[in-house]
Every structure is written in C-alpha cells, then in structure tokens.
C-alpha cells in the first residue's frame, strides 16, 4: 500500500501509533521492496537546485562591462566599415563567451562531484537490519536512529528513546538548542548537540516543514582573502588601464584624429589590456586542484579553503583514528571489590550498545570471546541505554535479570567519583591508571548499582598502537615545514608514551597546565612549545587554535565530534577526519575520507601547487599589460605611430588567453614552506618584467625602423608577432621560480597550447590574413629575437627574487 504524505502536516499532536498506522510503517522499519516504492513515488530526499537554462546562462556571458567594450568596439568598426576588425572583434566576443561558459560548467561539475562525495548519511532500519544508506534514500516511513553530531536527514517524529537537544539555530534563527522528547517533531537540517534517540521519517525532499535540507558543501562562488587580492589586482590594472587609454584618446583627440577611430582602437586596448579571463583562470584552477584533493581522499567543502590550507604552518592532529589505528583491544583488567576480570569486562559490555558502533564498545564486546562470556551476556537483557556524553564523560544502562540493576563506564575519575570510593581505593586505582598510561594504555573505569549503590567493579585497559603510516606521515608533513602537535583526551603519560613512538618529541602540555596560565603571553608561549596537548577536552581545541592563532600562526585542527565544530570553524583551515560526525563535516573546510595522517601531506602539497599556478598566472597577467599598455602607449605620445592596430590587439587577446587557461593544469615544485600572498614580490617582480618587455619592444622597433627600413605597416605586423611570440614565452619566465629550464618542465597542455597559438601568429603575420605579411626571413628573425630576450627577462627575474628573498 502506498503511503500520501500529506505536506506540512502537524505531526506533533498525533500519537506515535497513529502516526506509524497513517505512514502504513512499524516500529521494525519497512523492508527494501517497499522502501522503494516509495522511493519511486516521492523521489530523492533532496531539494532540487534551481538550474539556470544553458542557452540563459551562455547568453550571460555576452552581458556586462567587458562584453559591452567589446560589442561597442565591434559596432564602431561596422560604422566605419573596418569588416575584418568586426568579424575577429566577434570571434573575441565569441571566444570569451564560450570559454567562460566551459569553464564554469567545469567547476560546476567538479562541486557536484564533492558534493556527492560529501552526501549526508542515515542509519535506517530496513528488513529488520540496522544499515548506513545515503540520506537521498530515505523515505516516509523509515525507521531512523539520530545521535549526538548528526543532521537530522529529513522531516521526524522520535518514537523512542531518552531525549535530544536540537540545535535549530540555522533553521528557526532561535540560538538556544531545544530539548526534545518522545512524541515530539525533529526538523531536518537541525543538529543534535546531545542524546540519541529513534525516529520515524515524516516527509522527505520538498515535503520537509522548511522545504530544504543542509548544504554541506559551499559554492564555488564563495571568496577568501587569495582571491580577493587577485581582484585587487585586477582592479589594478583596470585603473592602469583606464588612465593610459585615457591619455592615448585624448592625445588622438588632441591631434585631430577621426573621433570614431580613436574610440574604437582606445576601447580595442582597454579590451586587452584588462584581465578578461581571470575568472575563468581562478575557478579552473581551483576546481582542478579540488578534484585532484578528492582523488586523494580530501574533500575540500569551500573552494577557496585550497589557499588556506598552503598557508598553514601548524597543524594539531587528534591522536585517535588519525595517528593512531583507531583499532582499540583490551588488556588484561583489573578487578576491584572481589570482582574478578570476567566480571570487569560483563558489566562493560553491559554498558554498551553494538549496533552504535563506538570503537570502545565494540572493543569490550568483542573480548567476549576471550573470556567465555558470549554465552552468559545472553542471559541478561538491556533495557534503556544512555550514550556516552562527553561532558559527563560516561555511558550508563538499566539491566534486568535475576535482578534489576545499572551499569556504568567511562573515564576513571568520573566512575570513582559515583561510586564514592574510600581514599585508598581511589589511590590504588589512581595508581593503576598511571601506571597503564605510562604504558601506554587508556584506562576505563566500570561500575554497577548493588541494592542501589554504585560499587567500583574495576578498570578496563584499552591500547590503541599508532598507524604503521604515522611516523612516515608526521616526516613528511615537517619537511613541509608544518609544525605538528598532537591533541589527545588521554593521559599526560600515554600522550608522552605515544608522541615518542611517532617522533613528535615528549614536550607535552596538559590542559590543566594551559588553563592555570595567567597571562597571554605565557599561554601562547606554552602552545607554541608544545609538541602536544593532554586531558583535552573538544571545547578545549579552540583554546589551543586561539592561542597559537594569537602568537601569529596559521592553524590546522583535526576533530570528529559535535563538540569539535567550534575549533574547526576557529582554525585557519578546519579539518573532519574519516569518520567524524555531520556537525564536524558542516564546520570543516577540509573532510577526509581515509583515516590517517598521510592524507593531510598529500592535501597540504596539492594546495601549495594549487597556489603556485595562480601566483604564476598574476604575475604573467600583471607583466602582459605593463608590458604592451606602456610599450603602446609611449608609441603613440612620443613617435606619434601606433605600433598595432586595432585588429592586432584583438589577435593578441586572443592569442594570450587561449593557453592561459592551461596553467591550471600546468606541472610545479610543491614549496617546501608555507606559502602567503606576498603582494609586494609580485608587483615589484611584475613591474620588473614589464618593462624590460617594454624595452625590448623599443628596440625591436628602432632595428625595424631604423637598420631593416621596414614601411610603418611592415613595423606593425613585425611589432604585432614579436608581441604575441614574447608574451607566450612570458609564462615559461613566470612559472618557474628558478631558471626557467630547470625541473619540472610545463606540462604537455601549457607548452603546445603556447606554441600552436605562437604558430598561428606566425603564419598570419606570414601570409598577411588580416595584417601587411612580412615573409618568413622576418618571422624568423623576431623568433630568434624573442627567444634572446626570454633569457634576459629569465636573468631578470633571478635577480629580482634574490635582491627580495635578501631583504
């Protein structure tokens, strides 16, 4: 029988039997069959994107103030009848419609693709199994269970358990979490803060009470300090731009030129001059260097967190899961109270629940069989069960057989405190737990209720061994020159014991160290010599964040938790493990989806190349328009000759963005020290190139004139190739931080996409398409000038870097 979900229906004043009777569902969940059909009838539960047309969005890119210079520049040469200047000002048009249009669809596709990767998770009941599906897959009616760090996945009503505190700030504006109970409704998008509880779907998709669920993932649109520098520099150069052209029309003006000349070759140099593709340029090479992040298992949830990542300098790792194998066995307990280790590891497992999947409950339960206990834990029955909760640092169960009793576990300290043991019970076994710790041993205290009182039963001690990758990983990651500091809940002895293992060194800090210091200064001073921090709480973390942050540092913090969400958001760049909770996944800026440390260094050296190509594409940009804007410019004032014509500069714009765009995928040495944007490097190293261009064009120009006695339409067709042959030969100069032949070499796509468009200027310089031909003995000649006047922009660069790297 199909169910009708009715849309906006108050669920909350019906009765849970009645609730399950109208969505035709049980408390055993459905079966798949079932499930599907209805899957197949409500769809996906998502809310669709509003998807602009394709003809819409292509036709976008012909509006705006770049597209309007250039479709006035084109209308100005059909007034004057200059029809070949019109036919290639469209093609430009054209061009940058297109590959602006290909290019967004591209870093369209790649966020799709981390968003899949990022997809929310829900445990459901289906055929009377407990299962992780996808939360698209969800459907009226499905049996879910929420805990603690989850996003409610759709529209609920809780039919079961002890309560829930809902966050439900990012949906009703209200700051405060709300409790919730039996009976009541749970909205999707929320986040549980505490608590776990079982819940039946109440509408999915479009039909939830607020009509949307969660985005996890950012659009690409999003803008971090990197990319609002490059704006920054952009508006640069349109400044630049705009006070030269000025000039170069008011002089024409000046000199009785034709006024619908000088506009159209005026608005021509603004066109090029202006970076018309950074767009293009930055969202391709952060998409690429995103979808090259997922390839290895690090999803990035905002774009524009790549920069942040190649910046940081600090990294503060969680011990568990991360640096070490999150693969928890128990030791050999230690009874206390007549209790025998039978009993320490009965009554742990009582205090645990199996289908929640908790590392330390799973690892009580399966010693079962080490002990003869997988027959006798049948005989005992749990009948209400309450989670671990990290402030109470505990999990506690009713237990009913012969006898009805409770059953506890958790941190050492908190167990002896409930159980109100005399001090020198409390001594021994405080004596116990460092003794364990100092071998590296967490230890876990378990308790039972006994004509109601709680006695101390005993200690369990769990050893996590550190990831066979870790010490490698913790290498690598230093030889980036990050600084890592591990973050550990555990002992003071066991952080020391396990830091040494992986060569972090043994400088650890306790919490309680921190948290006693009175001043800043010390407080930053004790960070930043730590090599890790003990008896860490989650809402500790961002202490640690804000200190380091404080003493000038560029922060990375791992976290798993609900509780780790604020650190992440604190941190330069936030990082969820494998694993962790949908509140980490929806702070973070970075989610991994492999455990360990090695994936950080493969994500830190990614984002470093990542940063390495647009710091080389703003160097070029900013070199191609001091370069030709200037050379022109002083052409004009000073010979009164323009050295181009319209036209030209419109091949040259052409010519220049086309192989522009492959620096994205370009090949280069991943910085072995964090990287910054160092705006002063770039506009001296900049300027630097530009006008050596500049002077190299002056004295081609002066050979052509002056030695070759070449005619002035001659001077601008040789003056057009050297332009276009130089400015491709610029990027080979810029991409490289040493010699431009050294390793590694441009990738296969920058260097043919640079000498085809090379090729293509020669041959219509050649063969006259469009300009006065000069022949092939001439075309030579400026390759071989050109190619002279790389190795002295090289040099120039060189020194340049060694004058400011000395400073």
Known sequence: MAVDVVVGKDYKHISIDAVLKELDTSREGLSSEEAGERFKKYGPNEIPEKKVNPIIKFLSYFWGPIPWMIEIAAILSAIVKHWADFGIIMVLLAMNGIVGFWEERKAENVIAFLKQKMALKARVLRDGEWKVIAARELVPGDIIRLRMGDIVPADVKLIDGEYLMVDESALTGESLPVDKKVGDIGFSGSLIKKGEMTAVVTGTGMNTYFGKTVQLVESAKTISSFQRMVIKVGDYLIILSLLLVSVVFLVAIHRHESLVEALRFSLVLMVAAIPAAMPAVLSITMAIGALNLAKKQAVVTKLVSIEELAGVGILCSDKTGTL??????????????????????????????????????????????????????????????????????????DISNDETFRVAKGAPQVILDICNVPEDLRKVATEEVNRLANEGYRALGVARTRDGKWEFVGIVPLFDPPRDDAPKAVRAIRKLGVNVKMVTGDHIAIARHIAKILGLGTRIVSMSQLLKAKRDSEVERLAEEADGFSEVYPEHKFRIVDALQRAGHLVAMTGDGVNDAPALKKANCGIAVSGATDAARAAADVVLLQPGLSVIAHAIEEARRIFQRMES????????????????????????????????????????????????????????????????????????????????????????????????????????LKLAVAGHLTIFVTRARGRLWERPYPSGLLFWAAVITKVLATLIVVYGIFVTPIGWKLAGLIWIYALAWMLIIDEAKVVAMKRMEGL
């Open 617 to 720: 594409y703003v160097i070029y940009r900013i070199t191609e328009t001091i370069r030709v804007l200037f050379f022109v410019t002083f052409a004009i004032l000073v010979f009164n000759f323009y050295p181009i014509t319209a036209v030209m500069i419109v091949l040259l714009a052409l010519f220049n963005d086309a192989p522009i765009l492959a620096i994205a995928y370009d090949n280069v040495v991943t910085p072995r020290r964090p990287v910054r944007w160092d705006m002063y490097k770039v506009l001296v190293l900049s300027t630097i190139l530009g006008f050596v261009g500049v002077v190299s064009s002056f004295l081609l120009f002066y050979i052509a004139e002056r030695v070759l006695l070449l005619g002035r339409a001659e001077i601008q067709s040789f003056i057009f």
């Open 324 to 397: 070490t194998k999150n693969e928890l066995t128990v030791g050999d307990p230690i009874p206390f109270n007549g209790y025998t280790e039978r009993d320490v590891v009965l009554y742990g497992t009582l205090a645990s629940r199996e289908e929640d999947n908790d590392p330390i409950d799973l690892a009580i339960i399966n010693s079962l069989g080490r002990f003869n206990l997988k027959d006798t834990i049948g005989k005992f029955k749990q009948v209400h069960f309450k989670p671990f909760d990290p402030v109470v640092k505990r999990t506690e169960a």
